[in-house]
């Protein structure tokens, strides 16, 4: 039986991917435009327009009957679907597909990602990988529970003021941070954003962020991997691969990047860098 891997846009997956993966988008609104991720808002259309503006936009969580609409369709069309989604602690989107699944005993299974944009990517991809390695949709998303756990995501912040328009640090914490070029290092733990530690200056910060992908274990490259970044180049993530060249020397000749989008990119602003693999068992 055929099957079909369901995502929403939270995961950021690139424009081109493969067929059998579908992509439900999240509306992203700034005041009164609303815009669906990827359709018609792109990543770099979003970030000009939060440089722009003074307000920070609101993303939705993708609908139950979105998910019964795209369920319905693939296994009338014959098909099995594993839907990997947003973590159930930032969003509701995974209660909407539990709820929309159970109309589909047997044929639809649903997976926390326990993450977001790069982390949640490298849980699709690694879908696609155990599809084609001839797993039927129960025991991918069986494989898949049990490896969320070793998906680490971290990230590198240019700036504290998106935390701070988001409430997320004062206003003081955010100035000093400014005066003293604080780059926060931060995860996704558990399901939910955390800070692991601050750096003076972005050479310091690379550091720190060398530093936590070996101490997570290294990358697993025989598994998917992500690097990403946030804005409208790619120049603070080019220096950081420099920086951290002997983590990628010898096991790959064509880093895998790719852009962060707004459900994280809302809360980090540009300039933010990120990676997301599976640790070394």
């Not at 993530?237 to 707004?262: F, N, Q």
């Amino acid at each position: 039986m055929k099957i079909r891997i369901i995502t929403d846009s939270a995961s950021d997956m690139p424009a081109v991917h493969r067929p059998e993966v579908a992509v439900l988008s999240m509306t992203v609104t700034f005041g009164a435009e609303e815009f669906q991720d990827g359709i018609n808002l792109t990543h770099h259309q979003f970030y000009e327009k939060l440089i722009e503006g003074e307000d920070l936009p609101t993303t939705s969580q993708i609908s139950l009957s979105q998910f019964e609409e795209v369920f319905r369709a693939a296994v009338d069309a014959g098909e099995t679907v594993v839907a990997v989604v947003l973590s159930a602690k930032l969003s509701g989107t995974y209660q909407s597909a539990c709820i929309a699944a159970e109309e589909f005993p047997g044929q639809v299974f649903v997976v926390d990602s326990a993450n977001a944009t790069l982390g949640e990517l490298v849980l699709v991809e690694r879908a696609v990988e155990l599809m084609d390695q001839g797993l039927d949709a129960a025991a991918i998303a069986a494989r898949l529970e049990e490896e969320k756990e070793e998906v680490r995501l971290v990230g590198l912040l240019d700036t504290l003021e998106y935390l701070k328009r988001g409430g997320r640090v004062s206003a003081s914490v955010a100035l000093v941070g400014g005066l003293l070029a604080i780059k926060p290092v931060v995860a996704v733990q558990d399901g939910e954003v955390v800070v692991l530690g601050k750096a003076r200056g972005s050479k310091n910060g690379n550091n720190l962020l060398v530093q936590e992908i070996q101490r997570s274990g290294g990358v697993d490259f025989g598994r998917p991997y992500r690097l990403g970044y946030t804005g409208l180049d790619d120049s603070l993530l080019r220096k950081y691969i420099e920086d951290s060249s002997a983590l990628w020397s010898g096991h790959t000749d064509a880093l895998p990047i790719c852009t962060v989008g707004g459900t994280i990119g809302t809360h980090v602003g540009p300039g933010a860098v990120a990676v997301a693999f599976f640790r070394k068992g």
